[in-house]
């Protein structure tokens, strides 16, 4: 006598004419209730693995696609975070928000991105375009809207803020240590026997650019070295900036055998400057960076940076916003400065 196979089941009768999928089709298949599947989806039913086994293998029959709007709303949620970076098409920002698109992406969130331009009725403008969208909360990269203004928004939902220093109910920051990579940076210079640093800062109304022009004259000081103010110029993060501002360093006729920028994208325009004034680097002078981004290690010559993670910043950002949605604390855990060593600096001949 053979053992009889086990009986098919039964194809679900529950379909929607236009041949799409429903959440009671794969209760239906899996032999539980809709609620059930609705709550494993959700990541919020206590049931046995063998029911979650069941759910999975019916989904994966029937091709179902779970709808997150629909989830989200039934949650009080729409499944959305809004991020107010700055300069969207600039390569920093782009490694940040590749960061957060990931680790939304794998909680079932969908980032929104807006630029804010540096300006803060565009930033203004941004965070009130994404609260009329109903997004669940805000991750704003740096900015210039005002403290206040930035708490004020976190009355109504959790706001996560990069690159600043300010703390509520609902708002959380956090900052890459800024001073201790330009004090590693300049010391760096300074180990190599330079002794005429120059410097281009950023823009000084952020706190990033503060903490590093605060950093290289922490270096100076630490050595011995006199901070000459003719070897200081700001600029504004950008290659065109970096190239503007070796030009009015050497239109000033200050000499200087080492220069450190305050990023990487401004380095990579002082290093064209320094090429059309016939100055090589390094053997004329010695060039460091900030952020190591791609390009430090396609530039020529290839750059010596400090190296914060920007991809994992945006990750960070991501992670301690999906905290505060689940009630708790973030605390964001970003790695120590490094210097990373490659052929623009040079040893001082004797």
Excluded at 37 to 58: C, H, P, Y
Excluded at 63 to 85: D, E, H, K, Q, W
Excluded at 217 to 244: K, M, W
Aim: aromatic share 4%; net charge negative; hydrophobic share 40%.
């Amino acid at each position: 006598m053979t053992d009889k196979p086990p009986p098919a089941k039964k194809a679900p009768s529950i379909a929607r004419p236009d041949g799409v999928v429903t959440l009671e089709q794969v209760a239906e298949l899996a032999g539980v209730s809709p609620s059930t599947v609705s709550r494993i989806l959700n990541g919020t039913a206590a049931v046995s693995q063998a029911k979650k086994d069941a759910v999975q293998a019916a989904i994966q029959e029937l091709g179902f696609r779970p709808n997150p709007v629909a989830r989200g709303l039934a949650g009080g949620r729409t499944l959305s975070i809004g991020v107010v970076t700055q300069i969207i098409s600039s390569p920093f920002y782009g490694e940040a928000l590749l960061g957060i698109e990931r680790e939304l992406e794998r909680a079932g969130y969908v980032p929104l991105f807006v630029s804010g331009n540096w300006h803060e009725d565009d930033e203004r403008k941004a965070i009130e375009t994404l609260l009329s969208r109903r997004v669940d909360g805000v991750i704003v990269l740096a900015g210039r809207l005002s403290d206040g203004e930035l708490a004020k928004v976190a009355d109504s939902l959790p706001v996560v803020v990069v690159g600043r220093q300010l703390g509520g109910p609902q708002l959380y920051s956090f900052s890459f240590d800024n001073r201790a990579g330009a004090r590693a940076a300049t010391q760096h210079l300074v180990d190599l026997g330079h002794r005429r640093i120059a410097f281009i800062a950023g823009d000084l109304l952020h706190d990033d650019a503060v903490e590093r022009q605060n950093g290289y004259l922490d270096a100076l000081t630490a050595a011995g070295i006199p901070a000459d103010p003719g070897l200081i110029v700001q600029s504004d993060y950008t290659e065109a900036g970096g190239l503007l501002a070796v030009s009015r360093l050497l239109e000033r006729d200050s000499h200087f055998t080492a220069l450190f920028a305050s990023n990487d994208q401004m380095a990579i325009g002082a290093c064209l400057g320094l090429h059309r004034r016939n100055l090589r680097v390094p053997d004329d002078v010695s060039l460091v960076g900030f952020d190591d981004l791609i390009m430090a290690r396609y530039a020529m010559p290839p750059l010596t940076t400090i190296r914060q993670s920007v991809y994992e910043i945006g990750s960070e950002a991501a992670t301690a916003m999906l905290e505060m949605l689940r009630g708790g604390r973030p605390r964001a855990q970003l790695p120590e400065p490094e210097l990373v060593l490659r052929e623009s600096t040079r040893r001082m001949p004797r």
